[in-house]
């Protein structure tokens, strides 16, 4: 199954624009990340396209993210594998938390684990609390996530 999750919302009066493309399949032996991602709006502008090396540490980091969530989350005898599809931006609003936020979002529902409106309040708040930070830490978030009701 493949879906793309956005996340756009005003908070505080400014624009927060972030989205992933993500497929699920079940896994066989481990759950893993698997990167597929092509940056469909910029290539398909941009036929001399090259990931940059900014583009690469926000691939990563979304990865690592949803690695997490698979290694936190509890799946004894499930495998998963989420492959990152594609990345999508507005290059003047967008920042790694705004993607971190959609993958979230599309991980939990590809699990099977959608958030209600208490853990998407919370994934507002952590954009808010860390718009200021590039890349904020998002391991200790998660697993409140996946702790709390």
Not at 28 to 52: A, L, M, P, Q, R
Not at 75 to 100: A, G, M, R, Y
Request: charged share 25%; proline share 2%.
């Amino acid at each position: 199954m493949k879906k793309e999750y956005l996340y756009k919302k005003q908070l505080n009066g400014r624009g927060r624009f972030g989205g992933v493309e993500l497929e699920f399949t079940s896994g066989t032996k481990i759950s893993k990340v698997i990167d597929k991602c092509v940056w469909k709006d910029w290539t398909s502008h941009n036929s001399n396209f090259e990931e940059t090396t900014y583009m690469k540490s926000i691939k990563s980091y979304i990865m690592d993210a949803i690695d997490h969530i698979l290694k936190t989350i509890n799946t004894t005898d499930q495998c998963f594998e989420i492959s990152l599809i594609d990345i999508k931006i507005f290059p003047v609003d967008t920042v790694p938390s705004h993607i971190l936020a959609s993958a979230i979002i599309g991980t939990f529902e590809l699990l099977g684990q959608s958030l209600n409106a208490e853990k998407m309040i919370k994934i507002d708040q952590f954009i808010i609390q860390n718009e200021n930070i590039e890349f904020p830490e998002y391991d200790k978030f998660i697993t409140k996530l996946l702790t709390t009701n």
